[in-house]
């Protein structure tokens, strides 16, 4: 197995590193702070100016669509290539937008390159790979165990030439940014009669079709995560043309899983630049802070939790170029059990280094003064978005089983 990265890919992400460095996380803190200003759900002219100033000099530069690994349009890196650069990007707020590498707008780009008509990939997909618009996965309900997906309800029947919607998503997120003008819908299409994984189906609608109506943002541990949003939407007597339907009726499953396996694993990677940039913060605090006459590092377990947290970062990068390795062979079958470990292993660390970092911090470890209360909300979410981890450890387990029995598990 190859964990290594080509000479030419390693100096573009040297060129990545030094952006983030000197001109995107210089930046951070002043782009949260405008969400504060008039309205939390439109962009203030400073934060357009912050965020489109960067994508500009991004793209102009070539730092542009890494994630697409396996297309003409992108820069042709592997998946454990990419495994690198995600992290770097994971390390500031800001950074995977900026490189037009973020969530849930990569697997979406990644649906409509692999599944899309050329329509779709016109009025949709041209728009998201240049930065200029951005996009929501609509899959989960309030009403339904979604981490069964099987369970997924939202009913879509056709009319012509058209499939009416009626039901409600909550968790899109990045529904609640102005520039979202697409969704990617889960939808149920089969009756009882039909085979349970062959009962669901994709289709894209436009977000300004009429009848959908926004009700409110989701809020995690207290935060809206404006003007992202993680929204609760109604579909009503939804219309939408057939042709929007993804690789016809019954094919949902299939595309999910080959939108979400990549997905998983960029969240992973971004979580470990996460945990990165708290053990950094983390050091930083230990020798600099002084209390009872000495340099925190020296006092109680602290050396024993920064030696911790350096061997824990360490184990879960190796598994997720692994699971990355595996992606790249082209068999998701293989790759799957991998998927679900690093999905269950990477929040939990990036969690514990988080945690242990705002510890040394004390009070302010919690507070706005730094970023490890914003990083903690955003990687404890990590643990239920795409599957939370006892789903994953059960397939894990049946994985694992399946080596001692032909019994069906």
Same mark, same amino acid.
């Given at each position: 197995m190859d964990f290594g990265i080509r000479a030419e890919n390693r100096?573009?992400?040297?060129?990545?590193?030094?952006?983030?460095?000197?001109?995107?996380?210089?930046?951070?803190?002043?782009?949260?702070?405008?969400?504060?200003?008039?309205?939390?759900?439109?962009?203030?002219?400073?934060? !357009?100016?912050?965020?489109?100033?960067?994508?500009?000099?991004?793209?102009? !530069?070539?730092?542009?669509?890494?994630?697409?690994?396996?297309?003409?349009r992108g820069l042709g890196l592997s998946t454990v290539e990419y495994a690198y650069f995600a992290e770097e990007m994971g390390r500031v707020g800001l950074a995977a937008e900026v490189f037009n590498c973020s969530a849930p707008d990569t697997g979406n780009m990644e649906v409509f390159h692999k599944y899309g008509t050329d329509a779709m990939k016109t009025q949709w997909l041209e728009p998201l790979l240049q930065g200029q618009i951005r996009s929501a996965y609509l899959m989960t309900e309030p009403d339904v165990a979604s981490s069964d997906a099987t369970n997924v309800s939202m009913s879509c029947v056709r009319d012509g030439d058209?499939?009416?919607?009626?039901?409600?998503?909550?968790?899109?997120?990045? !529904?609640? +940014?102005?520039?979202?003008? %697409?969704?990617?819908?889960?939808?149920?299409?089969?009756?009882?009669?039909? !085979?349970?994984?062959?009962?669901?189906?994709?289709? %894209?609608?436009?977000?300004?079709?009429?009848?959908?109506? %926004?009700?409110?943002?989701?809020? %995690?541990?207290?935060? +809206? +995560?404006?003007?992202?949003g993680h929204m609760h939407i109604r579909f009503t007597d939804v219309r939408v043309p057939a042709e929007n339907m993804l690789l016809g009726e019954g094919r949902g499953f299939e595309i999910s899983q080959g939108r979400l396996g990549p997905g998983r694993i960029h969240h992973c990677m971004r979580a470990i630049g996460q945990a990165e940039s708290a053990l950094t913060l983390m050091c930083k605090r230990a020798l600099e802070r002084e209390a009872f006459g000495k340099p925190l590092a020296s006092l109680g377990a602290n050396y024993d939790i920064i030696a911790e947290a350096r061997m824990e970062i360490e184990q879960a990068r190796l598994l997720c170029l692994k699971a990355a390795w595996y992606m790249d062979q082209g068999d998701a079958r293989a790759a799957a059990p991998w998927i679900s470990m690093i999905k269950t292993v990477a929040p939990r660390m990036a969690l514990k280094v988080i945690d242990e970092a705002a510890q040394m911090f004390g009070a302010m470890g919690i507070s706005q003064d730094t970023p490890l209360a914003s990083k903690w909300i955003h990687v404890r979410t990590l643990r239920l978005a795409d599957g939370p981890d006892a789903v994953h450890r059960r397939q894990i387990a049946r994985t694992e089983l399946r080596k001692y029995t032909q019994e069906r598990i």
């Open positions: 100096k573009l992400l040297d060129r990545v590193i030094a952006m983030i460095d000197t001109e995107i996380a210089p930046l951070q803190d002043e782009y949260e702070g405008e969400v504060a200003k008039g309205d939390r759900w439109q962009y203030t002219d400073r934060q !357009a100016e912050i965020l489109e100033g960067l994508k500009a000099k991004a793209k102009a !530069a070539g730092l542009w669509n890494f994630w697409l690994t396996d297309g003409d058209h499939y009416v919607l009626n039901g409600e998503k909550w968790w899109a997120s990045g !529904a609640g +940014d102005p520039r979202c003008k %697409v969704y990617i819908v889960m939808v149920k299409t089969g009756g009882e009669d039909t !085979a349970k994984h062959q009962r669901h189906s994709m289709i %894209v609608v436009d977000a300004a079709t009429p009848g959908i109506e %926004v009700l409110r943002p989701m809020h %995690v541990y207290g935060a +809206d +995560d404006a003007p992202h």
